[in-house]
């Protein structure tokens, strides 16, 4: 066989690999999920400041029934709220009665973990850091085994019922609580 027929078969055979491994999700439009906005959820530590106050300072953590327990105004909700929103709401709850004009700034002191599981060399809970992604996340769990599929991912958001699959992204968005799984690819 001479030259440009291999490169011609060589050519034909990568084109038909790359159809072959083609995604099933990636003509279906299904597009990652959103990176919405943090909200608090169980399991959260948070730092309080009350401003002029120290004895209304301190770390918080959220508990599993989604509150915190503040001095002074006691249980305060907190699982679904923004930092800002839940900073108000202890404003308002110490400005009803107990300090003249209060300020609180709320700050995440240590986020939920993220979970990855499946076909990677280290599967386990790795702490959340802000700007994580899912390449990120792999990266934290010692890469992918040789039997991962590694064009697509099971993505589990905290607080949903189920995991979703998703194209593989490098840029896909993970938030804190959030389960990653990769499957086993197959040829």
């Known amino acids: 066989m001479n ?4 490169i011609a078969l060589v050519g034909a055979l990568s084109i038909l690999g790359g159809c072959a491994g083609q995604s099933p999700l990636a003509g279906s439009g299904a597009a990652p999920p959103p990176a919405t906005a943090f909200v608090l959820s169980p399991g959260d530590k948070i730092k309080v400041l009350t401003y002029g106050e120290e004895t209304l300072t301190g770390d918080f953590e959220v508990s599993p029934a989604g509150t915190i327990a503040f001095p002074l105004i006691g249980e305060v909700e907190a699982a679904g709220l923004q930092t800002g929103e839940l900073s108000k709401a202890i404003e308002a709850k110490l400005g009803s009665g107990y300090l003249l004009d209060p300020k609180v700034s709320i700050q995440v002191a240590n986020f939920r973990p993220v979970y990855v599981l499946g076909e990677v060399n280290k599967p386990g809970e790795y702490p ?3 700007g994580l992604t899912v390449r990120g996340a792999v990266a934290k769990a010692d890469g992918f085994t040789y039997r991962a599929n590694e064009k697509r991912v099971f993505l589990k958001r905290a607080g949903e019922a189920g995991e979703q699959e998703y194209p593989m992204a490098a840029d896909l968005p993970v938030l ?4 990653i799984r990769f499957g086993e690819r197959y040829f």
Do not use: A, L, V
């Open 3 to 6: 030259w440009s027929k291999q």
């Open 128 to 130: 959340y850091t802000q």
């Open 176 to 179: 804190p609580g959030d389960t």
